[in-house]
């Protein structure tokens, strides 16, 4: 779904295209596409994308009002898909402030994007973003912009998630379900444990903290990174959660959110050995070492992953499914 400023680029509605120009600090390999727009930004939107336009994102971010105080970087972690470059490049051109696209010859993975984006980040204040985000209020630039007027000092503001502009299919309510339970939460609660709720798909953070803490790129592909993350940054620096949300559009349907979950154990056991006080309370640690000892283990998990996938399933029995699963798999890693 989209929102009312929200409308997509026409197929003929191509931009003028420029030749890739060199940056001093480009690193080996990367093509750089600039829109030559000059100004002083207060905020750098910061997006890392892989084989993703972010078309409803960066269409949103040109139409908000603020856009004009900000600048873009966008970050393709080697796609190598010309099609989607040229689509890319369109949005760099339209983007009301200075943008930058960095295309990586190889994919280097998301700890490594961001790291990249912020030493690339030239304002005091950077707006990370997910491709797959879509600001939920036209105010949503303006919001960090004047949450920035109210913190003197070094922080750590997170807008949240939610799922206002999107529509769960049959294939997607399992991820839905997941996301409204452990993401998609209010402020109030977040700020409950400020650390444990940073999720980067939408935050603003001063880049002096971005320089004392850099993104662990020994958490290899999808989780975890951004929790790990967001503790040490919370143990160092205020982290505020505010009512400035976006919405997730990139729900996965079963198979692909179940393979993503199994292939995450390790960065969970990443996680835990780096924090293991604040880990060890939570309900799925708890869950993942009782189920560590049972011989039947792989019985239970192999009957959760069913029950996971079963869409005849109430959605909370699926989501119980889906955490015993989970569990399963990440006690053999701890």
Request: proline letters at 6%.
């Amino acid at each position: 779904m989209q929102t009312g400023w929200d409308t997509p680029f026409e197929e003929n509605d191509s931009a003028p295209m420029q030749s890739h120009l060199p940056v001093g600090t480009t690193e080996q390999g990367e093509d750089v596409f600039t829109n030559s727009k000059s100004g002083e930004a207060r905020i750098t939107i910061c997006i890392p994308t892989w084989k993703d336009s972010a078309d409803a994102l960066l269409c949103s971010l040109a139409r908000l009002p603020g856009a004009d105080q900000c600048t873009l970087l966008i970050f393709d972690d080697g796609s190598l898909d010309s099609d989607l470059t040229s689509q890319l490049i369109r949005h760099t051109t339209r983007f009301p402030g200075p943008a930058r696209l960095i295309s990586a010859p190889k994919n280097v993975g998301r700890s490594h994007a961001r790291n990249r984006l912020k030493d690339l980040a030239e304002s005091d204040w950077v707006l990370f973003l997910d491709a797959d985000m879509q600001p939920d209020d036209e105010a949503f630039l303006l919001n960090y912009l004047g949450a920035i007027e109210a913190h003197t000092e070094p922080s750590l503001i997170a807008g949240g998630c939610s799922l206002k502009n999107i529509r769960p299919t049959d294939e997607t309510r399992l991820h839905a379900a997941q996301s409204a339970t452990s993401e998609c939460i209010t402020a109030e609660q977040r700020n409950q444990s400020p650390g444990r709720y940073v999720f980067t798909s939408n935050i603003l953070v001063h880049r002096q903290i971005l320089n004392a803490v850099r993104f662990d790129p020994g958490f290899v592909g999808w989780g975890w990174e951004d929790v790990d993350w967001g503790l040490r940054v919370a143990g160092a620096y205020p982290v505020q959660h505010i009512e400035n949300t976006a919405t997730h559009l990139g729900l996965d349907p079963d198979p692909k959110l179940i393979e993503k979950y199994a292939g995450s154990a390790h960065n969970f056991a990443r996680l835990v050995e780096h924090h293991p006080e604040i880990m060890s309370a939570t309900p799925l640690y708890r869950m993942a070492k009782t189920l560590q000892p049972i011989p039947g283990r792989r019985l239970i998990q192999s009957s959760a992953l069913k029950l996971a996938k079963l869409k005849a399933a109430p959605i909370k029995a699926r989501l119980f499914g889906l955490k015993i699963f989970r569990a399963s798999v990440y006690g053999e890693q701890l």
